[in-house]
């Protein structure tokens, strides 16, 4: 994966575009198929949102077309965790949605009728319960939602650890490489240009994150994404409290490998509608409607556009102030927490499409270009099932799930935008 001298293949069965966990899991499954694949990256494995994410592995309060392939995805977890030589902090220690009140117990009746019918098991907790879960529990929260068997993993090692098996496994996971352009002829994928040379293949599959949508609008294609910046701070160690994921109106906080917590804002995102992304704003007015609360918009502080070699890595810093009003939350809502010191912040950011669930699909205008974007702030948990779900569609093998949520068509052909849960 070092970059001296970086030598490129002329052909691959599989091009893959984006390091991160898209990318990263459909090489996995790709290769365990045996077919060749290269992945181009232009900065470094999982240097963006999958190395900075909260870490939860959630099946809690997702899409309803999402939560069978993030179930699956749960139990990949635990095979890709078994078969790594390293601890990625791979748990299944459960996640809680901590409610104040009746009304906040209420969010979650949309995702309550149907998940049992799943199989997942999801309850509802009483105080009472809660306190069995968490004795120290602040007397705020009166009753959670809780899933037991979710689970959590380490952002900066996961993602990391799964190239690495795979580079000594002989895949080609080409760091500080950017792919410039998605090469096409006569409507059929012929390769891609990176910044090192042309590599040939009549397969790519585009998993760019915050980028996709430049990479996309060169081969003609319309995808309209947003960047939103999160911002996470991680914990000095600290007494247990709850060993695995939970959040509530105003913070979330979830248990790391190292004794800490990673702990973020529940409801403060920050938006950066650069010029180039002016154009998709109407695509999102009714995300922005429901989640105004918590967004504030900013003069775009990083450029994201189409030179990919500008920014090897996207990384944000978080202000002051929002790393003071994490502490503050923190500290406010769970007392416990009081002597713990911050011992790191950073950010994120977020590539969100307008109804808050990705693209998993082909575009129907070029044959051979595969896309997996736009996890608008949850591809962590569900990273493997998706990789699995692309690996499988790429080889034309059929799939149980019904992916039509996840078409790309869905912003172009006129149908109605319907909102996933919240980002
Ligand atoms: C602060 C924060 C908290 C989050 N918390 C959670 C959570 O708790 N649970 C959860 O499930 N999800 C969470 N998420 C979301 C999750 O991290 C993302 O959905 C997921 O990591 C997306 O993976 P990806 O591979 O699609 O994108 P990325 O990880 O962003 O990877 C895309 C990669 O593509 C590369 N790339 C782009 N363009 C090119 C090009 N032209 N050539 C070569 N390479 C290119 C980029 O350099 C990048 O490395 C969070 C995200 C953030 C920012």
Redesign the pocket.
Known sequence: MSNAALEIPDSSDVII????????TAAWFLHKAGIQVTV???????????????????QQGRDQAELPIVMESLRLWQDIADELDEDIGFRREGSLYLCENEADMANHDRFMAFAPAYGLETRQLNRRQLEDLIPQCPERWQSALHTPDDGRAE?SLA?QAMARKLSQEGVEILEN????KILIHNGQVSGVR?EHGEIRSSTVLC??????T??LKAAGIRLPQLTVK???ARTAPAPLLFNG?ASGSKISF?RRLDGGYSV?SSDYLEVFPSTAHLGFLPDFLPLIKTSWSKLRFRIPELTIDDD?TRQ???DPIPSNKTVARIKAKLVDRVPAFAGVELAEAW?????ALPDVVPVLDQAAAVRGLWI????????????PGAGKLMAELIQGKPVTYNLDRFRLGRFSDGSKLVLGPAI
Not at 40 to 54: L, P, Y
Not at 177 to 180: D, G
Not at 207 to 212: K, L, N, P, V
Not at 347 to 351: H, Y
Request: charged share 15%; proline share 1%; glycine share 24%.
């Open positions: 575009v984006g390091g991160g966990i898209a990318g990263i181009c990256e232009k900065g470094t494995v999982a240097g963006e949102q999958s190395g900075r994410n909260w870490g939860w592995i959630r952002p993602v490489c950017a792919v410039e990176s998993a760019g994150g915050a980028w996709t430049f990479l999160a911002s996470v994921n979830r973020a990919f090897r890595m996207l950010s994120g950011m977020i590539d997996s974007t736009g996890f608008s702030g949850h591809g962590f948990g569900i990273g």
